[in-house]
């Protein structure tokens, strides 16, 4: 079974930064980490669960959400089977709980999530 786990989450300041972190363990037939898409989503109380950014496999081409374009960047290391989300210029609509997730698009044999980590930007 393949585990993901988060960290790097906190308290920040508006205007703050922050960088998360997400490893990938274990192994499933079919996962090979550095050819899965990778991708941070998040969840404020009372909202739906949002995909802010994904990476995808060769190439390592990214995608954002409009509301932290510009702002947040993902990034992977393949031997490290880690991925990352530098995140700028914090404000207030950024607190939530951000999740890990690596999913087989192409195919649907997997769908894996981390437990996430508390991100909260308040002065």
């Known amino acids: 079974q393949v585990q993901l786990v988060e960290s790097g989450g906190g308290l920040v300041q508006p205007g703050g930064s922050l960088r998360l972190s997400c490893a990938a363990s274990?192994?499933?037939?079919?996962?090979?980490?550095?050819?899965?898409?990778m991708s941070w989503y998040r969840q404020a109380p009372g909202k739906e669960r949002e995909q802010v950014a994904r990476?995808?496999?060769?190439?390592?081409?990214?995608n954002y959400s409009d509301s932290v374009k510009g702002r947040f960047s993902i990034t992977r290391d393949n031997p490290k089977r880690t991925i990352y989300l530098q995140m700028n210029s914090l404000t207030p609509g950024d607190t939530a709980v951000y999740y890990c997730n690596a999913k087989d698009y192409a195919q649907g044999s997997y769908d894996y999530w981390g437990q996430g980590t508390q991100v909260t930007v308040s002065s």
């Open positions: 990476i995808i496999t060769f190439g390592g081409s990214t």
């Open positions: 274990g192994a499933a037939s079919g996962f090979t980490f550095s050819r899965s898409a």
